[in-house]
């Protein structure tokens, strides 16, 4: 069973930045797609960046050209680098892995991954 340890939430002002992590347990992080998603209070759960096997990003419109995924294999980490936050970015950022093939599509569906962090909340004032 791999287990996803998220960190780096915390409160910032709008305009602020924050950097979270996500360290994996699982054996194959590096052949992993790993993914971030978000959940705000009474709203679903939505895709927001995930970066893939051979290391290309992706990201939701919304947070496009503020926000970079990255990742560290051999330290089973990824990150997500969260620049000029707005109140909107307000909720609990979960991370996700799930195994994949070199030309795997894209994904950016919850049910996509098959394992997910207990996330991190990111508080964004105004």
């Known amino acids: 069973q791999v287990q996803l340890l998220e960190s780096g939430g915390g409160v910032v002002q709008a305009g602020g930045s924050l950097r979270l992590s996500c360290v994996s347990s699982?054996?194959?992080?590096?052949?992993?797609?790993v993914a971030w998603f978000r959940q705000a209070p009474g709203k679903e759960r939505e895709f927001v960046a995930t970066?893939?096997?051979?290391?290309?990003?992706y990201y939701a419109d919304s947070v496009k050209g503020r926000f970079a995924i990255s990742r560290d294999n051999a330290k089973k980490t990824a990150y997500l680098q969260m620049d000029s936050l707005e109140p909107e970015d307000t909720a609990v950022y979960y991370c996700?892995?799930?195994?994949?093939?070199?030309?795997?599509?894209?994904?950016?569906?919850?049910?996509?991954?098959?394992?997910w962090g207990q996330g991190t909340q990111v508080t964004v004032s105004s």
């Open positions: 996700a892995t799930r195994d994949t093939i070199l030309t795997a599509p894209v994904y950016t569906r919850d049910n996509d991954y098959y394992y």
């Open positions: 699982g054996r194959t992080f590096s052949r992993d797609a």
């Open positions: 970066i893939t096997r051979p290391g290309n990003p």
